[in-house]
């Protein structure tokens, strides 16, 4: 990126309309500095210069001023700043206008278009920040593997400390970089569904949403859904050309609805691409939790981590996203961003439903009220661990700091790795492909995502899966995020693109205040460490569950569904999700 020329100028402070200040505009920094005396505009007695980092400017407006007779103009500049706290209350960002007059000139036009320059200018450096920021932060090293494919090992380097590496083949990195950010000359389109969490979702578009995005200059049409599966129905019918990204400002329901839609599209391959944003209005917002978390700033709820997402979602970064391909024994095939459950969070999840009006405070609720009344579920489960080693492909810039001597071993390993997953590709693809049956009972209309790692769900799981004996459960949880409520974080170091379903099961045999204290823990998500002896926590990349318990709930992302056999299979990045 190349730096553009520093631009300086004289304003006044619009708020007092007095006190004159010299403003500087760099490639990251909007300075303003006093001239004179005066009162302060920022802090009391403060003399040093103010520092204004663009990162996190949503963005800026010039105007004419209202006064007839007066030619001024006037500069608004938006920031949403990391609120700096000494306690421990929860991040989040607040918004900072700053607002100056520019009057240099007599005449009315030529402040408007100097405002305007200046306006200009802060824009383009803010998005040459968040581009730049994930260009200068990516170094790609070519390597070929045995087959001859093109492979690559990505550094990412931030402010000249290498941060991550990791193994990543030509499509990923094509992907990493191509939709590196939401396109900006096309509208998007933002799903509201008023019935979500407390039914606030409309108040909280109408507040502070819309009022960042007007600030941010995103173009968007606001849709609200009228009944379940409204959103799936537009969405497997709209053209999408016509929309740089989806937003969802809602709880994981109606995200699950769109990524349906989506995968039952004929252009599905090209349609599940579109960049989707998540901005919470429902009673659990697992996603957007999750979200905030991959960015490392400390927990936020309620509105702060509303402005958290918004401000994500102003700055446009896109990442890759996991989709999980679940198969019932009978039914439709579905697709999953977050979590497939059985037993007590499954159970709390439906069973809470009807103090929806508490919001979030349903959980807390349900889970007492399952807890007095603690069941057990038999049945069967098997799963094909995670690949070692494998790592993310997103870019997460604040990964804690990787030694140079872990770097060359992951290298080694990645090489590795790199021959090994050709040939377990290899077999997983022999395997199936032996199973004529298996391609015409699954595939045979649907030829969406083969699942490569399944086999047809009434013969045995692949040899090479992981059975676990018929037994009594508490709870199975699988979840592809980090959190499965603003505050219940059940994986801590899942990333959108690992690759890998995070399997939590808890056995029979566990007592109430044990498994009460697990709840407690995952507030924080230090449930892992507790030493329970009940709980199991396994990385992995599919999974079959066989529920003998009858009745039961299996819910996946919080939507129940038919209750039987279950297995599913994750895909690796296959969607897009706008993220920090
Ligand atoms: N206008 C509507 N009226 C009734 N139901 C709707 C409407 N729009 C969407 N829905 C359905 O409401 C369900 C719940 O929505 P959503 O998940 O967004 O909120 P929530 O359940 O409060 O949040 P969370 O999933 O985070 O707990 C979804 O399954 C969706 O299909």
């Given at each position: 990126m190349e730096a553009d020329a520093e631009l300086r100028a004289e304003f006044t402070d619009a708020a007092s309309g007095r006190l004159r200040l010299s403003v500087t505009l760099t490639d990251s920094c909007l300075t303003v500095r006093k001239i004179?005396?005066?009162?302060?505009?920022?802090?009391?007695?403060q003399e040093h210069d103010l520092e204004l980092g663009l990162g996190d400017c949503v963005g800026c407006r010039a105007s004419q001023c209202e006064d007839e007779g007066d030619t001024a103009a006037f500069l608004s500049v938006y920031f949403y700043p990391a609120r700096r706290s000494w306690t421990r209350a929860p991040a989040g960002r607040q918004r900072v206008e700053h607002r100056f007059r520019v009057a240099a000139e007599e005449d009315a036009r030529a402040n408007l278009e100097e405002a305007e320059t200046w306006a200009r200018a802060v824009r383009h450096r803010a998005s040459q920040l968040v581009q730049g920021l994930r260009n200068d932060c990516l170094m790609k090293i070519l390597i070929r593997s045995a087959t001859g494919e093109n492979d690559y090992i990505l550094l990412i380097i931030h402010h000249h400390d290498l941060l991550d590496i990791s193994w990543c083949t030509e499509r990923k990195l094509n992907a990493c970089v191509e939709f590196s950010?939401?396109?900006?000359s096309r509208s998007v389109m933002v799903l509201v569904n008023?019935?979500?969490?407390?039914?606030q979702a409309m108040s909280l578009y109408t507040g502070p949403v819309l009022s960042m995005l007007t600030e941010a200059n995103i173009s968007h049409t606001l849709i609200t859904t009228e009944h379940r599966n409204h959103a799936r129905e537009l969405v497997r019918n709209?053209?999408?050309?016509?929309?740089s990204a989806i937003v969802i400002l809602s709880g994981d329901g109606l995200l699950f609805e769109v990524i349906n839609g989506l995968m039952e599209r004929e252009d599905w391959d090209e349609a599940i691409r579109i960049p989707l944003g998540i901005l919470p209005g429902g009673s659990g917002n697992a996603l957007a939790a999750s979200v905030h978390h991959y960015t490392q700033a400390g927990p936020a709820l309620g509105e702060d981590l509303l402005l958290s997402c918004c401000f994500l979602l102003c700055k446009g970064l896109v990442c890759p996203l996991d989709i999980v391909s679940v198969r019932l024994s009978s039914g439709p095939r579905l697709f999953s961003f977050l979590s497939l459950a059985w037993g007590f969070v499954a159970d709390v999840d439906i069973e809470s439903e009807k103090f929806r009006h508490v919001g979030a405070m349903r959980f807390l609720v349900g889970t007492l009220l399952r807890l007095a009344s603690l069941r057990t579920y038999q049945g069967r489960l098997a799963f094909l661990p995670a690949r070692e080693n494998s790592t993310s492909?997103?870019?997460?810039?604040?990964?804690p700091h990787t030694s140079f001597c872990d770097s060359v071993q992951r290298v080694s390993h990645m090489q590795q790795e790199t021959s090994n997953r050709h040939e377990c590709e290899g077999q997983n693809t022999h395997n199936n492909s032996n199973d004529k049956d298996f391609q015409l009972k699954n595939d045979s209309k649907d030829n969406r995502l083969?699942?490569?790692?399944?086999?047809?769900?009434?013969d045995p799981v692949p040899t090479n899966w992981t059975i676990e004996k018929e037994q009594e459960f508490v709870l199975v949880l699988a979840t592809?995020?980090?959190?499965?409520?603003?505050?219940?974080?059940?994986?801590?170091?899942?990333?959108?693109?690992?690759?890998?379903?995070h399997l939590l099961y808890v056995t029979a045999g566990i007592s109430r205040p044990a498994l009460l204290r697990l709840f407690l823990a995952m507030e924080k998500g230090t449930h892992l460490s507790?030493?329970?002896?009940?709980l199991i926590y396994r990385r992995v990349q599919a999974l079959r569950l066989e529920p003998i318990t009858k009745p039961g709930v299996i819910t996946v992302d919080g939507e129940q569904v038919e209750y039987g056999p279950i297995q599913a299979q994750v895909h690796k990045g296959y969607a897009r999700i706008i993220c920090g």
């Open positions: 004179g005396s005066g009162s302060p505009v920022w802090q009391h007695g950010r939401v396109c900006v008023p019935q979500s969490g407390r039914g709209a053209d999408l050309s016509q929309w492909s997103s870019v997460s810039f604040l990964r083969p699942d490569n790692l399944l086999s047809p769900i009434e592809c995020h980090s959190h499965l409520a603003e505050e219940l974080v059940v994986s801590p170091d899942a990333r959108p693109d690992d690759g890998h379903l507790c030493e329970c002896p009940h």
